[in-house]
């Protein structure tokens, strides 16, 4: 089955440009320096001809990121874990939520328990059974199991470290989708084989204590191998043209709004 794999934003947790800094990326005039927060979207057809959306985190930028990409329906949000880049523009599903084609229908998001409980803290004038809010989203938390079959689609969680934090990355087809990295352990690896497309974080050059540099995200791509590798959360101290120069040919920095053909 085709699919499309679309980035709505590849940028880090402050974004690029980044408040306040007067740096070349930062000021710079190409639109693939312009990082809105890290997100993705898989799109395809069932052989019915109906379109599933499947949204990877709602990000402050979601809002933004949807009306760019003309979202007007999302089947189910994976979430890769629950800080505030990947997560605060869950309430801007609302609209969407509302669209939906029954009475009884709702969103289903899909996160482990550590991700379901900050996002029933947050938000709990949508989550919590007392909750009076009229016009809350009409979505419900799903478990994360390591497989989640959806429209005929089985989505694998991938673990994965961010710092000392285990996290979620995601592969459907012969794509992988793992941002915010920092370690992919051993057993992993073996989820990744034979892959056409691997989406992968790489913050910047110098080292993180929970992100990878550009140096850990090239090595990783090789040793994974895929016939692509597009790099996404990027900090603004990697320029996009300066940036792919000195990479292979193989491995690209991500900008917002591309999108890629994937067979799931």
Known sequence: ????????????????????????????ADAHDRRLRPSALVR?????????TVVIDTGPDFRQQALNAG???????????????????MDDLRP???AASLPGDTIPLYA?????????????YTFSPQSTYPNRARVTLHPLSGRTALHGVEFVRVPLLHGDLEISGFRFGSAAYLTDVSTIPEA???LLRNLDVLVLSSLRHAPHPSHATLQQAVGWAERIGARQTWLTHIAHDLGH????????????????GLSLPVTL
């Open 241 to 256: 043209e300066e940036t792919n120069r000195m990479l292979p040919e193989n491995i690209r920095l991500a900008y917002d």
């Open 188 to 190: 992993s690896f073996e």
């Open 96 to 98: 969407l939520s509302f």
């Open 1 to 28: 089955m085709k699919a499309t794999l679309t980035f709505l934003g590849t940028g880090t947790s402050m974004g690029v440009p980044t408040v306040g800094c007067p740096c070349a990326v930062c000021t710079s």
């Open 44 to 52: 395809w057809k069932e052989p019915d001809g109906r379109e599933r």
């Open 112 to 124: 482990d328990e550590s991700t379901a409980e900050v996002l029933r803290r947050i938000f709990d």
């Open 71 to 89: 979202i007007r329906q999302v089947d189910a949000v994976f979430y890769t874990h629950a800080h505030a880049d990947h997560i605060l523009g």
